[in-house]
């Protein structure tokens, strides 16, 4: 079954301890983003990457890093999670038809206290 | 900056009505705009794709319309069910650009 899968589904943390929100996708494709969901605010790219080790920044990067070395994996990483940072967070997929169709995974809701 | 304003109020239908959602956006047209479905606790599920050139896109029982002088998509759910209910929403992607540009969403609630 094609899908993205994000580890963990919830996670309560406290400020400053790092943490890492895993993310694989099964489709080959080539892009991948991760976003922060606010009410209100809507769904806002942190970081984007269109390959292997190429990576850039999207609307919201502060505070936050990722890395693709696979191109099924783009983990998302908070050296120093504040509480601002608390929000649920989706890592996508989409392959370079250039519709840039996005593929979710189910999502991962970070506390940080 | 682009804005894109969806209904933040839900929207509340009764079953077998048409549900219709609006999609309004500030500046240039994008290349393409597409609609997506989000249940609670879920990621957003891709339904529909219209392009700039195109008027409609029909799949089933929903049909998107995209007027570029109006600045304005409509996403239509026709013989609506308590299943549709959900929040539905517009994204855009502008030309050479590999960004998604999300709306906030609208909730629907269609009764029995």
């Known amino acids: 079954e094609a899908q993205v899968t994000q580890n963990p589904r919830y996670l309560i943390t406290v400020t400053g301890k790092k943490l890492t929100v895993t993310c694989s996708q099964n489709m080959n494709h080539e892009y991948m983003s991760w976003y922060r969901q606010d009410p209100g605010l809507g769904l806002r790219q942190i970081y984007y990457s269109m390959n292997v080790e190429v990576t850039d920044k999207g609307d919201v990067p502060e505070g936050y890093k990722v890395s693709r070395k696979e191109k099924r994996n783009f983990p998302l990483i908070l050296e120093s999670p504040s509480p601002n940072q608390t929000s649920l967070y989706f890592c996508?997929?989409?392959?370079?038809?250039?519709?840039?169709?996005?593929?979710f995974g189910a999502g991962t809701r970070l506390s940080v206290l | 900056s682009q804005k894109i304003e969806q209904n933040s109020e839900a929207l509340n239908i009764q079953e077998g009505k048409t549900a219709t959602l609006t999609c309004n956006y500030t500046?240039?047209?994008?290349?393409?705009l597409q609609w997506y479905r989000q249940d609670p606790g879920r990621g957003p599920v891709f339904l529909l794709l219209i392009r700039e050139n195109e008027k409609e896109k029909r799949k089933e029982r929903l049909k998107v319309t995209f007027d570029t002088t109006l600045k304005q998509s409509l996403f239509h759910i026709t013989a609506s069910q308590p299943a549709d209910s959900a929040t539905y929403l517009c994204?855009?992607?502008?030309?050479?650009?590999?960004?998604?540009?999300f709306g906030t969403g609208t909730r629907l609630l269609v009764s029995p």
């Open positions: 996508a997929s989409s392959d370079r038809t250039g519709k840039n169709i996005q593929y």
């Open positions: 500046n240039y047209s994008p290349a393409y």
């Open positions: 994204a855009l992607l502008y030309t050479g650009f590999q960004k998604l540009v």
